[in-house]
Every structure is written in structure tokens, then in C-alpha cells.
């Protein structure tokens, strides 16, 4: 497609973007993020705040991709919404994730392989007890 020109701006032609191949490439990299966290797509589902089955139609392209749902995605692992749209480095380059994760993710991985329920418990109540006693100290100037 042209644009217009007028005498001071040359035309530019504009790129076309396979919409089908981008659209299979955010699924790939939705697939693999959720994989290297060690996560089900019933926990993926929980911690981005989507409706039971979302991750599962999106990683398979039976539902569409839209902004609203890489914001959570971003927001949920901490992975820059960008992660998902970088150009590929080759045809059968894998769409991997960055390798270094955060503090968040990290400890979010560890909390989600806790499988004792009881332990997942008091370990959730410490992280809160802790959260809640800096937050007193931050606030009382000391």
C-alpha cells in the first residue's frame, strides 16, 4: 500500500504483516513461557485473572490473541509484552522465553511446586505476615 505524497514526504511503502503467522508465533511463545514456568494451563488461567479454558483456546488458536490478554500475561509473569512479538531468528528458531527470570517469577514458580496443600498454606501466610510487617516498618519510619 502507498501513501499519499506531497512534496516534502517521499511515499513509503508499508510493510505487510502476515497476521496468521504472528498470530501462530504469540500462541508458540504463550505455550512455551507457560512450559518454562512449570505451569498448567488451569494455574496460567488463575494467575493472569483469565475464565477457566482461556490459555488452552489461545496456546491452540481457537481464540484470538488480543491486547487485553498479553497486558495480564505481561503483568502476571512479569515477561515484557514484547517477548511475544521478536522477530524470530531463523525459520525453525524455538520460541523460548528469556532465560533469566525474576524474583517474582521465581518465587511464584517455587509457591506453584509446593504439592503439600498444608505447606502451601503457612508458606503464603508467612510471605503475607512478612509483606505486612515491612509495610508497618516502612511506615513508622524505621
Known sequence: MMLPCTPDVPAVSQPSIDSSRLERQISARLTALRLS????????DRISGFKAGTTRRLERGRARIYAHHLHRLSQATGINIDYFYEQESGPDAPAMPPRHLSEEQQLLRAYLNIKDPFLKRDVFE????LASASHSSQNSGL
Open 37 to 44: 514456568l512449570g505451569l498448567s494451563a488451569a494455574t496460567f
Open 126 to 129: 508467612l510471605i503475607e505476615s
